[in-house]
């Protein structure tokens, strides 16, 4: 019966519920109830520290995901020395959040398989969890590095300034000739300070915070974060609102797998493709800015619901331009798939196994791609999404071509739900006042981004600002991903696996 | 290869006419050029400086507005009681002197970027190869950026080039805030390219700091490490905001051209 009290806390995706109501849990039962929970196949979809509101100690957090429930759970245990025991050996996806957590507190998860910086950055705390001294300059991917060694091994490192007009990164592979046998990604130069930015928030800039935590996914940040103050300030928002929210995080991706699938065909040479979805791209960002005058999305999200209106004039102005972006897609990306040399370059490269997916905890277009059929849409469902479902399409194969695949099923599906959605939108404002957020609580809002999951938590304070505000890009679960569908491929096929994932660097930096 | 030819066909020519046709039309809801009316800013109630997210508007002898803070997010607009501030459609924004991006209340030109002097002319005039270091933003300039690549807009034909390596480039084009940890990487890049060399700073995060103004983690923009002779404001700045200022360093555009209203 001791169970009873070792259950996280059960709530749901934009519900906020009092801290108090989360259970403080020994270290031991809550690394079990961890374990217990993805072996059940749930996910970690955040693991992070927070300080503890009463003591020095920190507290560490857990938000445990169970899609096929569509429910959250919640749990917490109070960390009092400067080490825990890690639970990477044995849970593989919370070895990053491990890591982070070493880095912003200072706490050494004890055991932990490969434990390096995340962002190469001072802990916020007065511990470092590698004995730096305060004095020593922190130098990004100035660190060990995992090596083969062999006469005829060599490492070839890139970054973090690379060829094309992409973030920084550093990129070490050990190869063997053109055979990769490992690659490991260094990141943390975008790191600008986002989430201790946001504490005692909000501010005039948190909104702005969220649009650029990622910038081709303004939207789906956005919108997690005004989810979070809605829930915390208990403010509903209108069913129009909420379509409009809808329409924008399709036309994101639409955007983005579109030029996703252009800059696939580009990596392989197959120039027709590649420059139509380049412009293809460029005429649905038009539409957003149809929608709120930016390309991006912003300002189109703001707590309370949206700042923009569309009246019938506009929606069928969006309707033609839908129309004739998806005929140009088509064509342009059909291609594709007969051509030889296109498929010869994308098929079987770069294959993620299904249980490593789930094992590293990839999500997004990554995870659907390998068989995990997950999305934030339908497990987690919030905002416009609880009413208008979208087909969940998976492929099988994990290679290059089904992270493709994937995309162009998704570009279809977003323009069908679009129309749907502008064809019978609700009437009624599109915002509405937001009170003061509830001192001591916490909120989950989730939404699926167009690379996957974009998870923000938000815990406020006695005085009902943030305490406390973890975001979880996509990219945080996914970069261990391509690291590992590298393994055993020629270095050649880097960028075509790397444009397949599509990751990005500010969204992991924060 | 019969459906390559079709599709060819059917896609058609789509790359702007600009600058020797009309430039595309910007949406009606896009947010660009900010203008004050002195006439309606009478009591300095201060109601813009509150609502401002980066600081953009200030207020000491005059109402001011630094574009090269602005997020172009219009709380401005909406907060001031007077409605003595307004967006204009108004794309042209980019400003060689970084003190020329603060636009004052009676003072309604924004003094747009001179062509380069004669010598950088002579060099880079018909052949301009930048390397675009990415360094502590979103990703949004950068996306923005890549868009002038695209048939769309086809940056090829003024001869200005994306290249890869900083040995082979005539300056940098700068993106983001300039985290410290990018600090090191943007100093060796510029020190590799040789000289004569400029430097182009795209969006709010590259000419100030943008949303991350006052970061510990920042260095606030391209300028805090290496000169910079063009500035671009916008967060993200439109392709055509971005063009446009590329074209006014290279003279393409009528030099000294002024905005009015």
């Not at chain 1, 196949?41 to 995901?65: D, K, N, T």
Request: a neutral charge.
């Amino acid at each position: 019966m001791i169970r009873e009290f070792a259950e996280p806390a059960a709530f749901t995706n934009g519900r906020s519920i009092a801290t108090d109501s989360i259970p403080v849990l020994t270290l031991e039962v809550f690394q079990t109830a961890i374990l217990d929970a993805v072996a059940q196949g749930q996910r970690v979809a955040a693991m992070f520290g927070a300080a503890g509101a009463r003591s020095e100690a920190i507290e560490l957090y857990v938000i445990l995901a169970d899609d096929g429930e569509n429910s959250l759970g919640a749990a917490r245990t109070t960390i009092a020395s400067d080490a825990f025991p890690s639970l990477t050996p044995r849970c593989p996806q919370v070895h990053l959040f491990e890591r982070e957590i070493a880095e912003q507190f200072g706490l050494c998860p004890t055991g932990h398989p490969w434990l390096k910086p995340v962002r190469f950055r001072r802990s916020w705390t007065r511990r470092d969890a590698w004995n730096r001294a305060p004095e020593q300059a922190i130098v990004p991917g100035v660190s060990d590095f995992y090596r083969v060694d062999g006469e005829e091994i060599h490492e070839v490192a890139v970054g973090p300034v690379h060829a094309g007009v992409i973030e920084p990164g550093h990129f070490r592979f050990q190869c063997h000739g053109e055979q990769v046998f490992h690659l490991e990604i260094a990141l943390g130069y975008q790191h600008r300070g986002v989430e201790e930015a946001m504490i005692g928030g909000p501010t005039a800039r948190s909104i702005h915070y969220a649009e650029t935590l990622a910038g081709d996914t303004t939207i789906a940040h956005a919108t997690a974060y005004c989810q979070a103050v809605e829930a915390l300030a208990n403010c509903q928002k209108t069913a129009r609102a909420q379509a409009l929210r809808g329409v924008a995080l399709e036309l994101e991706r639409l955007a983005n797998h579109v030029g996703d699938l252009g800059a696939l065909a580009g990596d392989v040479g197959f120039l027709p493709t590649a420059s139509y979805c380049g412009r293809i791209r460029g005429d649905f960002l038009n539409m957003t800015a149809l929608l709120c005058g930016s390309r991006f999305g912003r300002g189109m999200v703001r707590p309370g619901g949206v700042a923009f209106d569309v009246d019938d004039a506009r929606v069928a102005d969006l309707l033609k331009r839908l129309d004739a972006a998806e005929k140009d897609t088509a064509i342009a990306v059909n291609l594709l798939w007969d051509t030889p040399s296109v498929m010869a370059r994308f098929e079987d490269i770069g294959p993620l196994p299904r249980q490593i997916a789930a094992d590293l905890g990839i999500v997004g277009p990554a995870a659907r791609a390998s068989g995990l059929a997950r999305d934030v849409r339908r497990d987690q469902p919030s905002g416009i999404f609880r009413f208008a479902q979208i087909p969940v399409s998976t492929y099988e194969t994990g290679d290059v071509f089904a992270r493709a695949y994937i995309r162009w099923l998704e570009i279809q599906q977003s323009g069908e739900f679009i129309r749907g959605q502008l064809a019978a939108i609700p009437s009624g404002a599109v915002r509405v006042p937001v009170p003061a957020m509830a001192p001591n609580h916490l909120v989950v809002a989730l939404d699926e981004g167009w690379r996957g999951e974009v998870c923000h938590v938000a815990i406020t304070d006695g005085e009902g600002r943030f305490g406390r505000y973890k975001v979880v890009d996509p990219s945080f679960h996914n970069w261990t991903g391509l690291a590992y569908v590298l393994r055993n491929q020629q270095i050649s096929d880097f960028p075509v696996c790397n444009k397949s994932f599509n990751l990005s660097y500010c969204g992991h930096d924060l | 290869m019969f459906e390559v030819i079709a599709a060819r066909w059917q896609q058609g020519h789509r790359t702007t006419k600009y600058p020797d046709g009309p430039a595309p039309p910007m949406p009606d809801r896009f947010r660009g050029r900010l203008v004050i009316d002195v006439a309606k800013c009478t009591d300095g109630c201060r109601t813009c400086l509150q609502a401002c997210p980066t600081a953009a508007v200030s207020l000491t002898d005059k109402l001011r507005i630094d574009l090269g803070r602005c997020l172009f997010c219009a709380e401005c607009v909406a907060a001031c009681p007077q409605q003595a501030i307004t967006h204009t459609n108004e794309y042209r924004l980019a400003a060689g002197r970084r003190a020329d991006l603060v636009v004052g209340h009676d003072d309604r030109d924004l003094h747009l970027a001179a062509a380069m002097d004669a010598k950088l002319m002579k060099l880079f005039g018909r052949s301009l190869k930048l390397r675009q270091v990415s360094a502590g933003g979103c990703n949004a300039c950068e996306a923005d950026v890549n868009v002038l690549g695209t048939v769309g807009w086809d940056l090829g034909r003024f001869g200005i080039q994306m290249v890869a390596s900083p040995r082979h480039a005539d300056g940098l084009l700068i993106t983001g805030a300039v985290s410290r940890n990018m600090e090191l990487a943007l100093r060796k890049t510029y020190d590799a390219v040789a000289g004569p060399k400029i430097v182009i700073a795209v969006g709010a995060c590259a000419i100030s700091g943008g949303p991350y103004i006052g970061h510990d983690q920042v260095l606030g923009g391209g300028d805090a490490v290496v000169p910079v002779d063009l500035y671009i404001p916008g967060c993200p700045p439109h392709p055509l905001t971005i063009l446009d200022g590329l074209l006014r360093l290279l003279g393409r555009i009528e030099s000294g051209e002024r905005l009015l209203r």
